[in-house]
């Protein structure tokens, strides 16, 4: 007489230890620090040290999101309030973010891992300039641009007279507040006014920023052509206050912003599935949009309202425009 044996799965009701870990919470709460802390890599370059900060989705698949800095800011200080946005982490969770402090601005660690073929650049002030020249001298490598508060001119003669007079009446600190805040929001001198104050009055590397402060200062114009001179989407953020004086400001107030930006990467083809708001717009908002296909992937073109006959431009290039 044969016995057939079964197999009998038992579920214990209550661990047999008490205080056991639940391993797999500790596994994602150790995730999740990790996402919200990022990775450190110190990048040697010919041109100096590059400190970059990993967070997010860690696939190649997708471009990964470049940003740089404004001057008299890290990226920390710059993106931290951006990305940390709830309604963001759509975002944060779908791709790469790639945060580089300039050089002489912070210090790294580790080897930067390779693989990623384009970028969508992320820049804030003098960081939205570099990321437009390196586009403009890179264009296969960049997908989109968002370029907040940008001035691509080069500073005319009142405007570096007015700088040389201001470095002798003004300290650093308060040159550099200049260009981050309008004169109404220094006048009133808020928080975030006085806790960029102290950070940059109090930084180690001071004189870092000088000579990044400088260059910024030196730039020479770039000669942008609205309609041919970018080869990939680009979002132009400006303050409501002046083209380049809110850019401290707008990141404090990052769900127009967001929105925007996830309209945007929907645009280049990107997170199809992901669930949208309806976009409040402002006077200086772009309306009229219209989309085309661009090889395998599908842009957005977006044209502002003084687009003559809403007839769109000849060049693959589209800009979105957001005020917030």
């Known amino acids: 007489m044969t016995t057939e044996m079964q197999e009998i799965a038992i579920t214990e009701d209550k661990p047999l230890l008490t205080g056991q870990a639940d391993t797999t919470k500790d ?3 150790a995730a999740r620090i990790l996402l919200d802390q990022g990775q450190e890599h110190s990048i040697e370059t010919p041109h100096g040290v590059l400190h ?18 404004d001057v008299g800011l890290d990226s920390k200080s710059c993106f931290s309030t951006l990305f940390k946005f709830e309604e963001m982490q759509e975002i944060v969770k779908s791709f790469t973010l790639i945060h580089i402090d300039a050089p002489g601005q912070d210090e790294g660690a580790a080897t930067y891992p390779t693989g990623f073929r384009t970028v969508i650049g992320v820049g804030v002030g003098a960081g939205a300039y570099i990321l437009s020249k390196f586009t403009l ?10 370029l907040v508060n940008i001035d691509t001119n080069a500073r005319g003669w009142m405007d570096w007279a007015a700088q040389k007079l201001s470095s002798v009446t003004s300290s650093l600190t308060e040159q550099v507040l200049s260009h981050l805040f309008s004169q109404e929001e220094l006048s009133s001198n808020t928080d975030l006014v006085q806790s960029h104050r102290d950070r940059i009055s109090k930084s180690s590397n001071l004189f870092n920023i000088e000579l990044f402060w400088k260059a910024y200062n030196s730039r020479r ?3 942008l052509d609205r309609n041919s001179t970018f080869k990939c989407p680009v979002m132009l953020v400006v303050g409501d206050q002046a083209p380049y004086e809110d850019a401290a400001v707008s990141f404090t107030r990052p769900a127009k912003l967001t929105e925007a930006f996830k309209y945007f990467i929907q645009g280049m083809g990107y997170m199809a599935s992901s669930c949208m708001t309806r976009l409040s717009r402002s006077r200086t908002t772009s309306l009229s949009s219209s989309y085309s296909m661009d ?6 073109r977006t044209l502002s309202q003084g687009s003559q006959g809403g007839q769109m431009p000849p060049s693959p290039s589209q800009t979105m425009e957001v005020s917030c």
């Not at 001298?137 to 968002?146: M, R, T």
């Not at 090889?295 to 957005?300: L, N, P, T, V």
């Open 27 to 29: 596994a994602e709460l």
């Open 295 to 300: 090889g395998s992937r599908s842009r957005s």
């Open 137 to 146: 001298a890179n264009p296969d490598a960049v997908e989109g641009l968002v």
């Open 221 to 223: 114009d770039m000669n």
């Open 52 to 69: 970059v900060t990993l967070h997010g989705a860690r696939t190649t698949r997708r471009p990964a999101i470049l940003t740089f800095h």
